[in-house]
């Protein structure tokens, strides 16, 4: 590799995060950690270590000289090989006498890179890492790096990101006044097409976001895992998408796909459930009530993006807004998230928290009110909680049950808390 070719690659990266403009991301990192960040392709990994770099500097961490940052889709970079990564730093010192931080983007690409992370580490260098989701989250790769690394997982925008990529800040009680109807306008775009950040520079959503899951069908489920029969895999996609909000069990989606006329198996379905998780297309979620046999075979299941269910569902906005709703969640709870279900059933439930969640769209039918209700008013009884809520597109009430009170509550509101 030419060293003259790498000094100017980090010198053009350098300038690049300098004259770059940052929307910061609510995401917080201890500046004495090593980093591998993980999580859906195109959630904004590469822009966190554009954040990351710029808030350094901005803290009189580092100089912007310091900043060694390396994309390795960069098309100079597709000959390096591992034995080579040596010569990145050596270009660097016959830059800059300081010591740099590491920024590695994409490294996966470069076969056999964990030993030269690990040893970048172990001689106390500053080292951020990402790669896509499929590549890096192996265990050999967690096993390579040792305690050396924080994982951290990277997911797509949540609401309260959404607005301010947008441009809008919220005012004082945003809720009561003219805000309001921009909020709730920016709310319904949000449902439908999701939080991946650079879907706002886009007029054709739709077409972007096919783009993302069409590379990570054929890039991080075809390809590294060497499935043959894409077919099986794309019908085990819409068959999900179709259950969301719904429990199911891995025999009942095997039995769907072969009503089509398509040969699988259960242990198939299995194996290629585990890999749309793996990429981070997908994510399951347990029941609370249930024993281990069945929290193991019967789950729910969400995409871990609104947007590329509604690729699938457009037209249902009941299953979108639960897609949501979960999304939402996990962003603000992390990822023990289970729902309740035992004579009753509740759709959302954070034991950490002690918080029981519905999701509704609209509760204006009267059965449907009743039924939202019950179910948590019911499962009350059973459990030891603190709130209790009934989230809504735009409905607002207090609803006095015995000593609870269920919080009816746009989710878009309960979002911005």
């Not at 098309?75 to 080579?84: D, F, G, Q, Y």
């Not at 990145?88 to 994409?106: G, Q, T, V």
């Not at 972007?208 to 895992?225: A, C, E, H, N, T």
């Amino acid at each position: 590799m030419e060293k003259e070719k790498l000094k100017k690659i980090i010198i053009e990266n350098q300038q690049f995060i300098i004259d770059l403009q940052i929307v910061d991301r609510e995401i917080r990192i201890e500046y004495a950690a090593n980093y591998v960040f993980t999580g859906p392709r195109r959630a904004g990994k590469t822009y966190l270590m554009y954040q990351v770099a710029k808030d350094l500097v901005a803290k009189s961490i580092l100089t912007p000289e310091q900043i060694l940052f390396i994309g390795f889709e960069d098309e100079r970079l597709m000959e390096l090989k591992a034995k080579e990564l040596d010569e990145i730093l050596d270009a660097y010192f016959e830059l800059n006498s300081l010591k740099p931080i590491f920024f590695l983007d994409e490294i996966q690409n470069i076969p056999g890179w964990e030993k030269f992370v690990r040893r970048l580490a172990d001689k106390d260098y500053r080292v951020y890492v990402t790669g896509s989701n499929a590549n890096l989250l192996s265990s050999e790769i967690a096993s390579t790096l040792g305690g050396r690394f924080r994982m951290l997982e990277i997911q797509t925008l949540n609401f309260k990101e959404y607005l301010k990529f947008n441009g809008i800040t919220l005012n004082a009680n945003f809720e009561y006044g003219k805000q309001k109807s921009q909020i709730i306008r920016h709310f319904s775009a949000f449902l439908q097409y999701g939080g991946f950040p650079e879907l706002i520079k886009f007029s054709n959503k739709r077409e972007y976001l096919s783009s993302i899951f069409q590379k990570v069908f054929y890039g991080d489920i075809l390809s590294r895992y060497k499935i043959k029969n894409n077919q099986s895999l794309r019908l085990l996609i819409k068959k999900i998408a179709e259950s969301v909000n719904n429990e199911t069990s891995y025999n009942r989606i095997c039995n769907l796909i072969q009503s089509t006329g398509v040969k699988c198996g259960t242990a198939t379905i299995i194996e290629y459930v585990g890999y749309l998780e793996a990429s981070y297309l997908i994510a399951s979620v347990e029941n609370y009530k249930a024993k281990f046999v069945e929290r193991e075979s019967k789950k729910k299941y969400y995409f871990n993006d609104v947007g590329l269910l509604y690729l699938f569902l457009s037209d249902q906005i009941t299953k979108l807004f639960e897609n949501l709703t979960y999304n939402e969640l996990y962003k603000k709870y992390g990822k023990n998230i289970l729902y309740y279900k035992h004579n009753t059933e509740v759709d959302f439930y954070i034991p950490d928290e002690k918080i029981l969640i519905q999701s509704c769209y609209n509760l204006s039918e009267i059965e449907t009110r009743k039924r939202e209700i019950k179910a948590l008013t019911k499962t009350l009884q059973y459990i030891d909680c603190k709130k209790a809520y009934i989230l809504t597109y735009d409905e607002t009430e207090d609803i006095l049950i015995g000593n609870n009170i269920i919080q009816v509550m746009p989710l878009w509101k309960f979002a911005l808390q």
